[in-house]
């Protein structure tokens, strides 16, 4: 297919609340552009951008796929997110590299705790937001309810652009207050319509929603207010202009509505977006770091400047190997060329390079800056990792992605599986950017850390589809850290003199905290040769061993500086190794002295319960070693906000189904790593030593 250059490319995430029909409106999209032979269907397993098999079974998006249709002379490309919470961190990757996001909300629930989680991802990529009010169609649809609690909940900015041409069974399209037009679709979900006047029924309505949209645009600039005083109106040219500043801007957010299922107003939309949204080269939000040094710089979506990619996503198919998907920050990528991956120090080919519809590959020849495309087969390259031309050489920053907040230990059904395992979640991991592998360094189980149990679950089953290994998944374990409160000097001599060559090796080191957060650090403050240069490394790397393992329940340790500041040596005896016993010596000693203690991970929860149940949810939550942070009022129901350890909220999921019957839903994210209480200690402490001397046995 051919080349869209930057100004006639718009990439838009499709983000918000689970179940609000995201998947369903991409759906519509594709079959509005005639991009596919038919309508696909959530419901019925059908929909282009759930194709893996589990999103097909479970009817609910688990990682972002992608899309494109080319209409109005635009390419849009589609990015599908998923909306429960424990997949939405996966739509980090797409909205970073789009330019504008649907945040998706049902016309029948209003905002939901994830609608709110998408609003914030995107504001934190600074990504221009427009509302979908979408299952205008449903029974108990509200277009004005919804539009009240959006406003509630990001303020009046948010400003319908759009006004439903009826509701529930009766919604039938959409008036554009831009245009002073109604358009009425067809009832078979081709999505075309028929352009009209508004009715004179709505006419009152339209006109009093359309002077509240020209009076916030107006606001926007000075010379416009004046225009818009004197003349009590503004011309549909100055207001798409501006309005098009001011959702660039986020100085608007326009609220529109539509039904994916039905395919009503989806046409609308895409004609918004190509009219409206910012094309791909009207912000440059990529920072760039040139390798070997200098100042950051902004890179501009400028064809004709040098190749550059940002690689957002891989996907690990079974059957084809890695598909690797960037968006093109600058220049032209031509299929075939070769470009840098300065992280990995390696070139790539861009053999076959292709677009993705759901799972289909639709070849191209040329991706220009602003688009995103996909290539198979590169050797080196991960998500989160830059490509690019070897005349200018430069690194864009990695997506953040939360840290994993719950780990699972898991084992395979079948022994001898552990390595076929180990390898299987190897891959998962290249594709899923909040999952995390690793191995417990105490009992050497295979940990697979994830947002929560739903979400190793799917890895499992997903383990299980594509390389045939079935695993037991275990209790979920807390990821406890040690740390230390004092500081100690201590000085540690390793010395051994067996019959010919012995070993030596003396240090001096000083131990102290560090904030919490900020991980370890090394200092060397030898002078004079007291430990020879080649032996300092061993040392740190001794340290960084000892690491691994706390005093205390033997937990990683975090958040300390250790300084070597003396020591001696053989000139014949000391070695490296004898160096890095000395540092696990020391590191023990010191670490005993300094007052250790435990860390455990505290997760910022939300639960929203039904009024009558609050009295008792909160005081399992406080029971919970909970400390509420705040309430509030969604409709029928109450948001809580809480801090809660993970510890307790491990079996939190059936405790609130019994207390709420059914009705409360909660999501939790990692907050902080905060000290352990004494008594909790002891028992962490005491069930590790149980643990230690029942390997040993
Ligand atoms: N009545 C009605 N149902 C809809 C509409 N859009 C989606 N649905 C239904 O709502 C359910 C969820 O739709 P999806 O498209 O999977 O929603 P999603 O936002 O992609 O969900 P996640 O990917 O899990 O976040 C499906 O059963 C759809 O058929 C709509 O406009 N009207
Ligand atoms: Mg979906």
């Known amino acids: 297919m051919k080349a869209y250059g930057p100004q006639d490319i718009r990439n838009v995430a499709l983000i918000?609340?689970?179940?609000?029909?995201?998947?369903?409106?991409?759906?519509?999209?594709?079959?509005?552009?005639?991009?596919?032979?038919?309508?696909?269907?959530?419901?019925?397993?059908?929909?282009?951008?759930?194709?893996?098999?589990?999103?097909?079974?479970?009817?609910?998006?688990i990682a972002s796929s992608l899309a494109f249709v080319e209409w109005e002379k635009a390419k849009i490309n589609i990015l599908d997110t998923p909306g429960y919470g424990s997949f939405i961190a996966d739509s980090r990757g797409p909205i970073r590299v789009s330019d504008s996001a649907l945040i998706f909300v049902s016309a029948v629930s209003g905002v939901e705790v994830m609608t709110g989680k998408a609003w914030e991802y995107a504001e934190e990529f600074k990504v221009p937001r427009i509302l979908v009010i979408n299952k205008m169609d449903r029974e108990n649809a509200s277009f004005d309810r919804s539009l009240a609690s959006v406003r509630e909940n990001f303020g009046r900015l948010a400003v319908p652009?759009?006004?439903?041409?009826g509701q529930e069974k009766e919604f039938a399209g959409v008036v554009d207050l831009v245009k002073g037009r109604a358009h009425r679709y067809a009832q078979d979900e081709s999505g075309s319509y028929t352009e009209g006047?508004?009715?004179?029924?709505?006419?009152?309505?339209?006109?009093?929603?359309?002077?509240?949209?020209?009076?916030?645009?107006?606001?926007?600039?000075?010379?416009?207010?004046?225009?818009?005083?004197?003349?009590?109106?503004?011309?549909?040219?100055?207001?798409?202009?501006?309005?098009?500043?001011?959702?660039?801007?986020?100085?608007?957010?326009?609220?529109?509505?539509?039904?994916?299922?039905?395919?009503?107003?989806?046409?609308?939309?895409?004609?918004?977006?190509?009219?409206?949204?910012?094309?791909a080269n009207a912000r440059s939000s990529f920072r760039a770091t040139p390798v070997g040094g200098g100042e950051e710089f902004d890179v501009p979506a400028d064809v004709d400047a040098p190749a550059s990619a940002f690689v957002f996503k891989t996907i690990s198919d079974p059957a084809q190997g890695r598909i690797t998907i960037f968006r093109v920050v600058s220049g032209r990528v031509p299929a075939d060329a070769t470009l840098i991956n300065p992280s990995k120090d390696a070139s790539e080919r861009m053999a076959g390079l292709f677009h993705l519809r759901g799972k289909d590959h639709v070849k191209?020849?040329?991706?220009?800056?602003g688009d995103i495309a996909a290539v198979m087969k590169l050797k080196e390259t991960v998500t989160g990792n830059t490509l690019c031309a070897k005349e200018r050489m430069l690194v864009f920053p990695p997506v953040k992605y939360p840290i994993p907040a719950i780990s699972f230990a898991v084992e395979p059904k079948s022994r001898g599986d552990e390595d076929k395992i180990m390898?299987?979640?190897?891959?998962?991991?290249?594709?899923?950017?909040?999952?995390?592998?690793?191995?417990?360094?105490?009992?050497?189980?295979?940990?697979?850390?994830?947002?929560?149990?739903?979400?190793?679950?799917?890895?499992?089953?997903?383990?299980?589809?594509?390389?045939?290994?079935?695993?037991?998944?275990?209790?979920?374990?807390?990821?406890?850290?040690?740390?230390?409160?004092?500081?100690?000097?201590?000085?540690?001599?390793?010395?051994?003199?067996?019959?010919g060559h012995g070993q030596f090796a003396d240090i001096q080191i000083k131990m102290e905290p560090l904030p919490r957060g900020a991980g370890f650090e090394?200092?060397?403050?030898?002078?004079?040769?007291?430990?020879?240069?080649?032996?300092?490394?061993?040392?740190?790397?001794?340290?960084?061993?000892?690491?691994?393992?706390?005093?205390?329940?033997?937990?990683?340790?975090?958040?300390?500086?250790?300084?070597?500041?003396?020591?001696?040596?053989?000139?014949?005896?000391?070695?490296?190794?004898?160096?890095?016993?000395?540092?696990?010596?020391?590191?023990?000693?010191?670490?005993?002295?300094?007052?250790?203690t435990l860390l455990e991970p505290v997760m910022l929860v939300e639960v929203v319960v039904p009024e009558e149940n609050m009295g008792d949810v909160m005081g399992d939550l406080n029971s919970r070693r909970g400390r509420i942070q705040g309430m509030s009022q969604k409709g029928a129901n109450q948001i809580i906000?809480?801090?809660?350890?993970?510890?307790?909220?491990?079996?939190?999921?059936?405790?609130?189904?019994?207390?709420?019957?059914?009705?409360?839903?909660?999501?939790?994210?990692?907050?902080?790593?905060?000290?352990?209480?004494?008594?909790?200690?002891?028992?962490?402490?005491?069930?590790?030593?149980?643990?230690?001397?029942?390997?040993?046995?």
């Open 197 to 279: 006047e508004v009715p004179a029924s709505m006419a009152e309505e339209a006109a009093k929603a359309r002077a509240e949209l020209v009076e916030m645009v107006a606001e926007l600039d000075e010379k416009l207010m004046e225009k818009y005083f004197e003349a009590g109106d503004l011309t549909p040219e100055e207001l798409s202009a501006a309005l098009k500043i001011g959702i660039a801007q986020d100085k608007i957010f326009p609220v529109l509505c539509a039904s994916a299922l039905r395919n009503i107003g989806v046409a609308d939309i895409m004609n918004f977006l190509v009219e409206f949204a910012p094309p």
């Open 522 to 596: 090394f200092k060397d403050e030898i002078f004079g040769g007291a430990v020879p240069r080649n032996f300092i490394p061993a040392v740190e790397k001794g340290m960084l061993e000892s690491l691994d393992r706390g005093v205390l329940a033997r937990y990683p340790v975090v958040d300390l500086r250790i300084t070597l500041f003396d020591g001696g040596f053989h000139p014949v005896d000391s070695s490296e190794m004898a160096f890095k016993i000395a540092a696990h010596m020391g590191f023990k000693e010191a670490m005993e002295k300094c007052r250790p």
């Open 364 to 369: 191209c020849e040329e991706a220009q800056a």
């Open 161 to 165: 652009v759009f006004l439903p041409l």
């Open 16 to 61: 918000g609340h689970g179940g609000t029909g995201k998947t369903s409106f991409a759906s519509a999209m594709l079959h509005t552009a005639k991009a596919v032979n038919r309508f696909g269907k959530v419901e019925e397993g059908t929909a282009p951008t759930d194709y893996e098999e589990d999103e097909i079974q479970r009817k609910l998006s």
């Open 423 to 499: 390898a299987a979640l190897q891959r998962m991991v290249d594709e899923d950017p909040n999952l995390t592998v690793s191995r417990d360094p105490q009992t050497h189980e295979t940990l697979v850390s994830g947002s929560g149990s739903q979400h190793v679950e799917v890895v499992a089953a997903r383990v299980q589809r594509r390389y045939g290994v079935e695993m037991n998944i275990k209790q979920p374990k807390v990821p406890y850290r040690e740390t230390i409160k004092g500081r100690a000097e201590v000085h540690a001599r390793h010395k051994k003199q067996t019959g």
């Open 641 to 697: 906000k809480a801090q809660v350890p993970l510890a307790e909220m491990l079996t939190y999921a059936s405790t609130l189904k019994s207390l709420t019957a059914g009705r409360g839903t909660f999501s939790m994210e990692f907050a902080a790593y905060e000290e352990v209480p004494a008594q909790t200690q002891q028992k962490i402490v005491e069930e590790a030593k149980q643990a230690k001397e029942a390997e040993q046995e």
